[in-house]
């Protein structure tokens, strides 16, 4: 079955660390996201890539870095600069240039902890 | 600046009743809305979406209205469902041919009673 796979569900993070959210897609899409859910908050866009080895800053990208080596993989990486990074992390892949159908699809999330 | 916003946060009805979710923008270069829906600590599902050359798309129980003059969106369900009960994210694109990225509302959290 296609689909997009974030992991881990749940990530603890002590402060001062940087840790890696994986996520993985076998949709063949270009496109892929990462968002930050915050309680009454929606969805931010943290950082897209549209094709291997590119990728552009969102709203809300200090404190955050990726890679996109693969085109079925979309790292997020949040560094020890990110204030707050206790929030509940979304990767989304998309066919470029086609929000027709589907729009986005959505990995099912990753919620970081910092303690 | 919240270029779409979602004004209510949560919206109680009744099962077999409509429910109205509303959904405004200020960008008028968007030209693709979508409505997804969300249960927590999960990701959002597609729903339901419109084009702006468009002023009203349906799917069964679901229908999506578009005002552009009004720059306002809204999602009608009926009747309503105790499943249906979640939080509802309306999202805008400015650039349905390049796959550019969503512009996501705060949402509504809908409770549909038995």
């Known amino acids: 079955d296609g689909g997009i796979t974030q992991s881990p569900k749940y990530l603890f993070r002590k402060e001062g660390q940087n840790v890696t959210l994986s996520c993985e897609q076998n949709?063949?899409?270009?496109?892929m996201y990462w968002y930050r859910q915050d309680p009454g908050q929606g969805l931010r866009l943290i950082y897209y890539?549209?094709?291997?080895?590119?990728?552009q800053k969102g709203d809300i990208a200090e404190g955050y870095s990726v890679s996109r080596e693969k085109k079925e993989s979309f790292p997020l990486t949040v560094t020890s600069a990110q204030k707050n990074p206790t929030a509940f992390y979304l990767c989304?892949?998309?066919?470029?240039?086609?929000?027709?159908?589907?729009?986005?699809?959505f990995g099912s999330g990753t919620r970081l902890t910092v303690v | 600046d919240q270029q779409v916003k979602q004004n209510s946060p949560s919206l109680s009805v009744q099962e077999g009743r409509i429910s109205i979710l509303n959904c405004d923008y200020t960008?008028?270069?968007?030209?693709?809305f979508l409505w997804y829906k969300k249960y927590p600590a999960e990701g959002p599902t597609f729903l339901i979406s419109?084009?702006?050359?468009?002023d009203k798309n349906e799917d069964g129980r679901f229908t999506v209205f578009l005002n552009k003059s009004a720059k306002h969106l809204s999602l009608h369900i009926v009747p309503s469902q105790p499943g249906d009960s979640a939080v509802y994210f309306c999202?805008?694109?400015?650039?349905?041919?390049?796959?550019?990225?969503?512009?996501f509302g705060k949402g509504t959290s809908l409770l549909v009673t038995p």
């Open positions: 949709l063949n899409h270009d496109a």
């Open positions: 960008n008028s270069m968007f030209d693709y």
């Open positions: 890539s549209q094709i291997v080895n590119d990728f």
């Open positions: 999202a805008a694109s400015a650039d349905s041919n390049s796959g550019y990225a969503l512009n």
């Open positions: 419109i084009s702006s050359i468009k």
């Open positions: 989304a892949s998309s066919i470029v240039g086609d929000l027709s159908n589907y729009g986005y699809t």
